[in-house]
T-cell receptor
Framework: GQQLNQSPQSMFIQEGEDVSMNCTSS?????WLWYKQDPGEGPVLLIA?????ELTSNGRLTAQFGITRKDSFLNISASIPSDVGIYFCAGRDAGGTSYGKLTFGQGTILTVHP | GAVVSQHPSRVICKSGTSVKIECRSLDFQATTMFWYRQFPKKSLMLMATSNEGSKATYEQGVEKDKFLINHASLTLSTLTVTSAHPEDSSFYIC???????????FGPGTRLTVT
């Protein structure tokens, strides 16, 4: 089946630093989504990417859909304490029997020290 | 907006009983809803895909007779954990996709504890 490798698994940074995390896939995806999950809550959609090469920003967040359609990255600039949480990438394969299903990365645990 | 609610947020039940979890899309119609299970510090594991008016499609290894899913309307899907056992204790999260949409929105999750 499809696999998503998300890295790094965890990050410990100082407030104000920039953060970068990425996901790579063994197969092609037509959609990449980035979510943030706080403890005890459901994931919240941060950014959605639909086209290879697409670069999209949402405030301090920037994400890109890789040209090969097998990877995506998420950058957070000037981190603040409330950025703490688990970040998940998710890819969707539009074809075949897996239509509509999201495949999730393992998550990146972000800790921001004030 | 795209708001998805779940009820209850927490539930404790005794072994052998059944528990129903509701998932509602509050401000949009969702032809497709998904049910996930998540273990502590782990990623989300898809259990089943639910389409309004039809039977749910379960992922390999998920018992359909144990995890009953009903998607009776465009805004409501339910997951019933039947004859619950302690190993069913977990965080269950639903998500909904807007009709023909590509984005998927998650509910806040339900913490199930089986004693």
């Amino acid at each position: 089946g499809q696999q998503l490798n998300q890295s790094p698994q965890s990050m410990f940074i100082q407030e104000g630093e920039d953060v970068s995390m990425n996901c790579t896939s063994s197969s092609i995806f037509n959609t990449w989504l980035w979510y943030k999950q706080d403890p005890g809550e459901g994931p919240v959609l941060l950014i959605a990417l639909y086209k290879a090469g697409e670069l999209t920003s949402n405030g301090r967040l920037t994400a890109q859909f890789g040209i090969t359609r097998k990877d995506s990255f998420l950058n957070i600039s000037a981190s603040i304490p409330s950025d703490v949480g688990i970040y998940f990438c998710a890819g969707r394969d539009a074809g075949g029997t897996s239509y509509g299903k999201l495949t999730f990365g393992q998550g990146t645990i972000l800790t921001v020290h004030p | 907006g795209a708001v998805v609610s779940q009820h209850p947020s927490r539930v404790i039940c005794k072994s052998g009983t059944s528990v129903k979890i509701e998932c509602r899309s509050l401000d949009f119609q969702a032809t497709t809803m998904f049910w996930y299970r998540q273990f502590p510090k782990k990623s989300l594991m898809l259990m089943a895909t639910s389409n309004e008016g039809s039977k749910a499609t379960y992922e390999q290894g998920v018992e359909k007779d144990k995890f009953l899913i009903n998607h009776a309307s465009l805004t409501l899907s339910t997951l019933t954990v039947t004859s619950a056992h302690p190993e069913d204790s977990s965080f269950y999260i639903c998500s909904a996709r807007k009709d023909r949409g590509l984005e998927q929105y998650f509910g806040p999750g339900t913490r199930l504890t089986v004693t």
